[in-house]
């Protein structure tokens, strides 16, 4: 069966500081890969997602990159964190256009 | 781009009230997931359900995607039901996903 892996789980940071969430799954290959952002009492705002190695699209601008270095790897990253990038961070996967399935999620608190 | 809305935003029940909860979108979808959010943050699948009705315990969904509309339907709720619940579509034509701005339901004992 298929797994989804995020770390950390919670993480505190100050401003200005750089940032790497890491996201792998397992049990199957070639999947969609996404990155979601949840701001408190929010929904679930798309941020980037893959549909192969290298291959990234990117849904909001903002001080945030992703890449896929490997098939069923997954980063989120920042140079220098800021203030409004603190929320839950949750990735997904999917076998194609279909249905998609969540890790537990990393807390990003930015001081 | 396409607009996701879920109504009501809040709902409060007594434990084993029956609610609807419902799921507007403003262009064609190729998919339609229900999920619910407990209060941990964990996603937890409920249905898949581009088109049709499924039913799965005391929940089932419809989804009528010629008009754009789903409904979760919750029987005899439990207090283990209170979470957020999100509907989300995948994009026609593209792997994108776009989620629902969520209902919050809160079941009191």
């Known amino acids: 069966s298929q797994t989804i892996h995020q770390w950390p789980a919670t993480l505190v940071q100050p401003v200005g500081s750089p940032l790497s969430l890491e996201c792998t799954v397992e049990?199957?290959?070639?999947?969609?890969l996404y990155w979601y952002r949840q701001a408190a009492g929010r929904g679930l705002q798309l941020l980037f997602y893959?549909?192969?190695?290298?291959?990234i699209s990117s849904e909001v601008p903002q001080n945030l990159s992703a890449s896929r270095p490997q098939d069923r790897q997954f980063i989120l990253s920042s140079k220098k964190l800021l203030l409004s990038d603190s929320g839950f961070y949750l990735c997904?996967?999917?076998?194609?256009?279909?249905?998609?399935?969540f890790g537990p999620g990393t807390r990003l608190t930015v001081t | 781009g396409i607009q996701v809305e879920q109504s009501p935003p809040d709902l409060i029940l007594q434990e084993g009230a029956n609610s609807t909860l419902r799921c507007n979108f403003s262009?064609?979808?190729?998919?339609l997931q229900w999920f619910h959010q407990n209060p941990w943050g964990q996603l937890i699948n409920l249905f898949y359900i581009p088109s049709g009705t499924k039913q799965n315990g005391r929940l089932s969904a419809t989804t009528v995607a010629t008009e754009r509309y789903s409904l979760l339907y919750i029987s005899s709720s439990q207090t283990t039901d209170s979470g957020v619940y999100f509907c989300a579509v995948g994009v026609s034509g593209t792997y994108k996903y776009i989620f629902g701005t969520g209902t919050r339901l809160k079941v009191l004992a």
């Open positions: 049990g199957t290959s070639n999947p969609n």
């Open positions: 262009d064609s979808v190729n998919n």
């Open positions: 893959s549909v192969g190695i290298g291959q």
């Open positions: 997904a996967w999917s076998p194609s256009t279909s249905e998609q399935y």
